[in-house]
C-alpha cells in the first residue's frame, strides 16, 4: 500500500474473511481435481489447474515461481541433511575404529604382559 493509506478495523475484517473464503473455494476446486485423479491428497498441479479453472491465470506465473523456489529451498535442506547424516555416520565409523583399534592395543598388551610372565616362570 502507499504511505500515508490507513485501513480501517472493519475493511480488515473484510478482507480477512475475503480471503478466506477465497482460500476455501480454491481448496474445493483443487480437490475436484485430486478425486478426478482419484486421490485423496491435493498437490500443486490441482492448486494451478484449481487457479486456472477460477480464471486466475494473471496469478500462473509468480505461482509456479514460488512453486519453484520453495522445491529448490527444499531440495537444499534434504540435501544438507543428507550430507550431515553422512558426515555423523563417517564420525560414528571413525569413532567405532578407534574403539577397535584400542581394544586391539589393549589385548596386544595383556598378551605382551602375558609372554613376558611366561619367560620370567
Known amino acids: 500500500l502507499p504511505d500515508g493509506v490507513n485501513i480501517s478495523k472493519e475493511a480488515r475484517s473484510a478482507i480477512s474473511r475475503a480471503a478466506s473464503v477465497f482460500v476455501l473455494y480454491a481448496t474445493s476446486c483443487a480437490n475436484n481435481f485430486a478425486m478426478k485423479g482419484k486421490r485423496k491428497t491435493l498437490n500443486a498441479g490441482d492448486v494451478l489447474s484449481a487457479m486456472e479453472e477460477m480464471e486466475f491465470q494473471r496469478f500462473m506465473v509468480p505461482l509456479k515461481e514460488s512453486l519453484e523456489v520453495y522445491r529448490r529451498e ?22 567405532s575404529r578407534e574403539e577397535d583399534n584400542d581394544d586391539d592395543d589393549e589385548r596386544m598388551e595383556e598378551e605382551e604382559q602375558n609372554d613376558e610372565e611366561e619367560v620370567d616362570n
Open 74 to 95: 527444499q531440495k537444499g535442506k534434504k540435501e544438507a541433511r543428507k550430507d550431515k547424516d553422512k558426515k555423523a555416520d563417517s564420525e560414528e565409523q571413525d569413532k
